[in-house]
């Protein structure tokens, strides 16, 4: 199960990869779209899940509160 698992994550990794390559070739892609808030925010957010990674495949209601209220958090901070 774990080879089956790790495969089919490599693999999507590879195809996003190379459609963003070829994407790129074919027209520039730019980030002027994205914010800088919304880069750190994002950066942050996956250092302070990193963690979860540790304890197991299910989220408990600490992590599942965390993971709430730090969404919520986002869409008050970029809400119109």
Do not use: D, H, Q
Not at 27 to 38: C, L, M, Q, T, V
Not at 39 to 47: C, P, V
């Amino acid at each position: 199960f774990c080879v089956l698992f790790e495969n089919f994550i490599g693999f999507n990794i590879f195809n996003m990869l190379l459609m963003m390559v070829v994407a790129g070739l074919i027209a520039p892609i730019n980030g002027f779209g994205i914010k800088s808030f919304e880069l750190l925010f994002m950066a942050i957010l996956s250092l302070a899940i990193y963690p979860f990674t540790f304890i197991g495949l299910k989220i408990n209601r600490f992590e599942g509160l965390f993971l709430l209220l730090m969404y919520g958090g986002y869409l008050y901070k970029i809400w119109p």
